[in-house]
Each structure stands twice: as structure tokens, then as C-alpha cells.
């Protein structure tokens, strides 16, 4: 379908196909369950600082509406297009499958860089964006949250432009909102959290030694900079390597990740971070270390460098950062790298999300530990199932994954039919 043709639509469809054929689905149902449903497409006009008027493309896919509303973040990219939008919404759908939320997936968006916008121009987009939506998505249909290039001050933006249309305040409309407009205690962490948690659970069953284990990080927004403090100040990993969209640092010796975080909070990104040498960041991906965690783009892992990677737990925080044909080098390496899949390993962001609407919709609050301890309980029932389904078909991690998904979405078409 042209509107979708883009390289990473094209990789979402033949990861889907691989499952499509493993669980035998008929030609009758691959298309219906690939495709998405809805998408729609805006144009944004905006006042510039400069006095100018600046247009940006938006994006919002719904992919399939069978199992309650659509859920998915919002991202702000310069390349973003409609066919990577339709990949991250069908992804969604599978992870939010296997987490068993009633949930489809969705995805949104707007080709910019948010970081080349003033304050005023980013909060003029995003309330055009949110306005622009607002006949298409609502807390029954399409609940927004944040991504790449969003965070907790648009989903504040999101929120208000919406409740205003409505004239009194809709805090389900979106999550990844601060908590002090409706927000849950433990969502920005959710991500980074829920990836850490699979890392240990992982290491445990390899009976990895974390005081002994290293790990590179490449990403330093939301997922990664959580990932990178957690697993050197909880779980007591040498973090060596780290990397943004700027720079890639590593040290053998172990960076200190808060003085990264610090660095990041007043400059913005880790150019100039000076605990260690800077490097390829391409390299980075492929140095020695004990868990690999990609945090940032789609395609980082590829037939070019799959066969490179010295890490032992490859741990996706990020949404596909594994192309097919780098899967099947790692599927031959199954007992050298142990994969956590992307929609295993980041579910922990929607999962949270789900909890966040669940309270905005009850107008009731949960704690930070009743937030964490219900993650934990959901991502370890999800990590047991795809660890039995690999093991019981010999298949990998994220076949198994991914089949679950997409196996309850198909018997939910299934059983509703197809109307008329
Ligand atoms: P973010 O915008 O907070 O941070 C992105 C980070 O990646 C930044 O440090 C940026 O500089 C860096 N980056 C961008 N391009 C890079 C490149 N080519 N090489 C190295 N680093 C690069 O975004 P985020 O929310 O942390 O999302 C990161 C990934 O995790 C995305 O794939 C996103 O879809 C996925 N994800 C996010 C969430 C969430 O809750 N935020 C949930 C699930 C999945």
C-alpha cells in the first residue's frame, strides 16, 4: 500500500510475515491483521518567532481497533514519515498483545526536530498537532503518550489543548503526563525500569554475575539515561559505554553515569563529556561488553554489524533496532547472545501507561510502589511465556514474542467476525 511504503513499514511486514507463516495464518487474515486501520495525515501551520509561518507534517496511525482503544506514543523527528509511523503502531499492537492490555497499537507524530524550535514555536506545534486530532482520537478511541523527541511538558500541552475543546479536563487523553496534572508516580521511569528488570532477570537465568557484568548503552534521552543509572546504581553493572545523537563515550573503566546525566541536563547532550575517549558511535554498538542496550533509533543492528556484536544479553530498550536480516545471524548465535526483543524489554512504558489511564479514568492514585510491583508482576509473566514458547518450538525470542501478540490479536478478530 503506497501511503505505508517506507524501508522501516516494509521491515514491520516482513518480521510479520515470519510469524504469519511459523503460526500457518491464512491468506484470508495476514493482510487484515497487518495493515492498519486508520491513519491520517495533517498539515501544520505555525508562527515562527521570526514572524514567518512554518508548515510540519503530523502523522497518527491507529492499527487495529479489536481489542479496546488504540495506545502510542508521539514522536517528534525530522525523517518521520507515515510508513514509520504504521511500523510503530503495528509494533505497538504486538507488545501491548503480549502484555495482554486491551489495547490496539497507534503511533503519532511530526516531521521536525524539536530541538531547532523555541519554546513558544514547540508549544505552538504540538497544540496545533493536539487540535488537529481531536475528531480522531479521545480516551475511548486513541490515547496519546510520549516518544523520541516528546516528553512530560508536550503531554502536559497535549492535555490542556484537548480539555479546553472539551471545556472541562480529560487528563486520560494522553500519559507520560507530570503527575501533577494527572500523571502516575513511576512513568517516566517505566521504560528504562522494565528494560532493567528483564537485564537482571536475564543475567540471573545465565547466572551472570552483576558486580562482574559491563554494559554500553547507546541512547541517552528517557529510556537509556534510566537503563544506564539504574543498572550501575541499583544493579551494580560497570557502565562503559554510552552515546546520543552527538557523541559515543567509552571507558574500560566505567563512566560515571550521573556525572553523564548531569552533563546532559545542562548542555543538553554529551558532547564534550570528557570520562573517557570518544569513538565511532557505529563501533560503540559492536565494543566488548556484557549487555548491549540499543536506546535511541530503529536499524541500528544490522547483517553488516550483527556479526560483530561481543555482547552476551542484547537488551532492544528501543522500538526495532534489529533489522530481519541481522535476526537471522543472531538467531545462528542464539547461544552466544540472548536476545530480549523489543516488545518484551520496552514494554514497561506502556505497561505503566495502561496504569496511568486506568487512574485518570477512576480519578484514583496509585503509589510508586503499587505502579512498580504491578510492572514487575506483568513484565515477568510476559518474559516467562516467551522464554517457555522458545524453548518448547525452538524458535527465537522474538518469534516467540512476537506470535503471542500477534496470535491474541487474530483470536479476537476471530471471535468478534467481520462485519457486515
Ligand atoms: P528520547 O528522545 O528521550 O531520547 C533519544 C536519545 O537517543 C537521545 O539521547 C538522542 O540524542 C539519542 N539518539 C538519537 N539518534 C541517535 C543515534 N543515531 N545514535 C545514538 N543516539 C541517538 O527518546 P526515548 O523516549 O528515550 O526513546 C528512545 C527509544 O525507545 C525509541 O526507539 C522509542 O521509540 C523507544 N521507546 C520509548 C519509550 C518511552 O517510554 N519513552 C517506550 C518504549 C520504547
Not at 511504503?5 to 504469519?20: G, K, L, S
Amino acid at each position: 500500500m503506497t501511503i505505508y511504503d517506507d524501508d522501516v513499514f516494509r521491515m514491520a511486514c516482513a518480521q510479520f510475515e515470519v510469524i504469519a507463516d511459523y503460526l500457518s495464518i491464512g491468506k484470508n487474515h495476514r493482510e487484515r491483521l497487518m495493515y492498519p486501520k486508520r491513519a491520517v495525515a495533517v498539515t501544520l501551520p505555525v508562527h515562527m518567532d521570526d514572524g514567518s509561518t512554518k508548515t510540519f507534517q503530523g502523522y497518527r496511525v491507529q492499527h487495529h481497533l479489536t481489542l479496546g482503544p488504540t495506545k502510542g506514543g508521539t514522536r517528534f523527528a525530522p525523517s518521520l514519515s507515515m510508513g514509520e509511523t504504521a511500523a510503530l503502531a503495528m509494533w505497538m499492537s504486538w507488545k501491548c498483545a503480549l502484555a495482554n492490555l486491551p489495547y490496539g497499537g497507534a503511533k503519532g507524530g511530526i516531521a521536525v526536530d524539536p530541538a531547532k524550535l523555541s519554546r513558544t514555536e514547540l508549544e505552538a506545534l504540538s497544540r496545533r498537532y493536539m487540535q488537529e486530532m481531536i475528531p480522531f482520537v479521545g480516551p475511548h478511541t486513541d490515547i496519546m503518550g510520549p516518544d523520541m523527541g516528546t516528553n512530560e511538558q508536550i503531554m502536559a500541552w497535549f492535555m490542556d489543548t484537548y480539555s479546553v475543546y472539551q471545556g472541562y479536563a480529560v487528563s486520560e487523553i494522553v500519559t507520560g503526563k507530570p503527575v501533577s496534572i494527572g500523571g502516575t508516580e513511576g512513568r517516566r521511569e517505566a521504560t528504562g525500569r522494565g528494560v532493567v528488570y528483564l537485564i537482571e532477570r536475564a543475567m540471573n537465568m545465565l547466572k551472570m554475575d552483576s558486580e562482574k557484568s559491563t554494559a554500553i548503552v547507546q541512547g541517552f534521552g528517557n529510556v537509556g539515561s534510566v537503563a544506564a543509572l539504574s543498572l550501575a546504581l541499583k544493579s551494580g553493572l560497570k557502565i562503559v559505554g554510552i552515546s546520543d545523537a552527538h557523541a559515543a563515550i567509552y571507558n574500560p573503566k566505567g563512566i560515571d553515569v550521573e556525572a553523564a546525566e548531569q552533563h546532559v541536563h545542562k548542555k543538553g547532550h554529551l558532547r564534550a563529556f570528557d570520562q573517557g575517549d570518544h569513538v565511532d558511535p557505529n563501533e560503540l554498538l559492536t565494543m566488548k561488553c556484557d549487555v548491549l542496550v540499543p536506546a535511541a533509533v530503529d536499524r541500528v543492528i544490522t547483517g553488516k554489524n550483527a556479526r560483530k556484536l561481543q555482547c552476551r544479553i542484547l537488551a532492544e530498550g528501543a522500538n526495532g533496532p534489529t533489522t530481519p536480516d541481522a535476526d537471522l545471524i543472531l538467531e545462528k548465535r542464539w547461544d552466544e547472545i540472548f536476545v530480549i526483543p523489543d516488545i518484551l524489554c520496552n514494554a514497561g512504558g506502556v505497561i505503566v501507561s495502561y496504569f496511568e489511564w486506568v487512574q485518570g479514568l477512576q480519578s484514583f492514585r496509585w503509589t510508586e510502589t503499587e505502579v512498580t510491583d504491578k510492572l514487575f508482576r506483568i513484565l515477568e509473566h510476559s518474559f516467562i511465556q516467551v522464554i517457555r514458547r522458545a524453548k518448547e518450538h525452538k524458535i527465537s525470542h522474538r518469534t516467540a514474542a512476537m506470535a503471542i501478540g500477534v496470535e491474541r490479536v487474530l483470536k479476537a478478530k476471530m471471535m468478534r467476525g467481520l462485519f457486515p
